[in-house]
């Protein structure tokens, strides 16, 4: 813990303010400096965090929490990377091209968008901002719409209401992936302070929109539309967009979480913004029993991500991603037009895919975590998903994934069924009983202090288990391509990783039980070894 503050804290902190162009981040840190010197162990302990930085520039781009200093998301930050971002463009043969700037609801985020913007522009590149805060796909679709050298969204999706980020897209409409990360944090270190990049009004606004919800709304694979959905926009972005998509498509019978459906940088009604959280679609899944819907879905706060609710005889819940990824990918196999297709998931998704996959000749592939690599599977991809919520429809016009999107094709697939009197759960429990019972489930260890994520992976890479849920399993190191373990045996798998994006490890079980004679009993043998194997994991984070 740090007890008094040195010079040199003191003159970084002196340096960044007066290297920092906004005049109300000079001002927050200053006051938090000044408290410092004045001997406060609160704001010395807040001071030395804020300097601890820069931000990492990752294959992520940038998160943190919105706040003054180096390490935090701040107009000075992002205003730096920015020039990072067109050195290293302008490196690659990209001068003056477009570049797309577009950003959420949180809190700086239009400010944030404005530097980008007003930097890029300085810098001689055609920027066009798209109008107002709008979903993370308008922006992914409108990078390839046209034909936009970079894109730059100003989103922290999920994260905690404190958090702000910067996520940046390559020529390819996809995010990107190294070494261009490496080159532009490289870039950022060498850009000077701030106050001394130029900045410039130029940008001109775009409204892709309506061709963003063209597209979309041709994805459902059949003419049913007789379905009563109701969704949740979780307090960010994706509410109006969402009911534009539906109605476009031609689903009238929608209803959205009146409270959750205006964007609030807050997120007053959850604890964390993200569908997975425990409690965060309580009111969606309230809702969808009061009106007795057909399908529930659930955005996350930049829509990038589409969670479903179904009815399970007398109570709802929500589908894990796994589940809606098999339930989706068996039914774009299922209606594909395109030759030799591909589908692809990730290492730490469920494997029951490749299954499906096989089942209908079709080629199968697993990436490394991220839609980075996803969106980069091959030639001939028309599905792709992964764990954590992210499905991408609709890979020829957005590579990335697309709540909106998905939440339309699964509208269409849940009305088809419908119409023939069948339900997502009955088809989930025929892919169980031709694939065998694949159940996921995850371990999270959140952490203040970074440096646990290290000692425990460096602990189990020198001693790993030799058993997990009453299985023998041998481990593979998956370095240098990631920093990840795979523990593989009988019927059972676990990968564990840092989180790229969050300050926690992951651990994510997989077992597979085949069904060799009734349903339930393979269900219930299968819940009960990852019972086991759930609580083995855990003593490994303890």
């Not at 003191?10 to 906004?22: C, E, N, T």
């Not at 781009?61 to 730096?80: D, E, F, H, K």
């Not at 963003?212 to 307090?235: F, I, N, Q």
Request: aromatic content about 4%.
């Amino acid at each position: 813990m740090t007890t008094a503050l040195t010079p040199a804290l003191r003159d970084k902190a002196f340096r960044w303010i007066a290297d920092d162009a906004d005049a109300d981040s000079r001002a927050e840190l200053q006051a938090v400096l000044a408290r410092a010197m004045g001997g406060e162990a609160a704001a010395l302990e807040d001071l030395a965090d804020r300097m601890s930085g820069p931000l990492e520039f990752g294959t992520a781009g940038l998160r943190g929490p919105v706040r003054a200093g180096p390490n935090g998301m701040n107009v000075a930050v992002v205003t730096r990377t920015t020039a990072g971002v067109a050195t290293w463009l302008q490196a690659h043969g990209h001068s003056g091209g477009t570049v797309v700037v577009g950003r959420d609801a949180r809190h700086g985020s239009e400010a944030f968008a404005t530097a980008v913007a007003e930097v890029l522009s300085a810098a001689g590149f055609a920027v066009k901002t798209l109008p107002g805060p709008l979903p993370t796909p308008v922006l992914a679709f409108a990078v390839r719409e046209l034909g936009a050298v970079a894109g730059v969204q100003i989103t922290a999706s999920h994260n905690p209401p404190a958090d702000n980020g910067y996520k940046l897209y390559d020529a390819s409409g996809a995010q990107i992936v190294p070494p261009s990360d490496g080159e532009i944090e490289r870039a950022i270190e060498a850009t000077p302070g701030a106050v001394s990049v130029p900045r410039s009004a130029g940008a001109v606004t775009v409204d892709l929109v309506d061709a963003y919800l063209d597209r979309v709304s041709s994805l459902p694979r059949g003419p049913e539309r007789s379905l009563k959905v109701v969704a949740t926009a979780l307090h960010g972005v994706g509410a109006e967009t969402l009911r534009k998509a539906f109605e476009r498509a031609g689903f009238t019978d929608l209803t959205l979480v009146d409270a959750q459906s205006t964007p609030d940088p807050d997120f007053p009604t959850v604890s964390f913004p993200n569908p997975e959280e425990p409690g965060a679609t309580d009111l969606l899944l309230a809702l969808a029993s009061e009106v007795d819907a057909d399908l529930a879905i659930a955005l996350d706060p930049d829509a990038d991500r589409c969670a479903l609710g179904v009815r399970v005889g007398d109570t709802w819940r929500m589908l894990r991603g796994d589940e809606t990824g098999v339930l989706l990918g068996s039914h774009i196999l299922s209606t594909v037009e395109a030759p030799d297709p591909l589908v692809a998931t990730t290492i730490v998704s469920s494997s029951m895919l490749g299954e499906i996959a096989a089942a209908h000749g079709a080629r199968y592939k697993e990436t490394l975590t991220g839609f980075k690599w996803l969106a980069r599977a091959g030639e001939g991809l028309v599905f792709a998903y992964e764990e954590a919520l992210g499905l991408c429809v609709n890979p020829a016009f957005v590579r990335d994934k697309d709540g909106i999107a998905a939440a339309v094709l699964a509208a269409g697939y849940a009305a088809s069924l419908k119409a023939a009197g069948r339900t997502l759960p009955e088809v989930l429990d025929e892919l169980y009983v031709q694939h065998g019972v694949h159940l996921t489930d995850q371990v999270s260890l959140r952490v203040t202090d970074l440096s646990v994520r290290g000692q425990l992976m460096a602990g189990l890479r020198a001693a790993p288990p030799a058993a997990l849920g009453g299985v023998d399993v041998t481990l593979t190191d998956l370095l240098p391509e990631t920093d990840g373990l795979r523990l593989l045996g009988e019927g059972v798998r676990v990968v564990i990783r840092p989180s790229g994006t969050e300050p926690k490890l992951k651990a994510y079980l997989q077992v597979k039980e085949p069904v060799t004679g009734e349903l339930a009993e393979a269900r219930d043998a299968a819940a009960k070894r990852l019972a086991a194997l759930r609580a083995d994991v855990e003593a490994l984070f303890a």
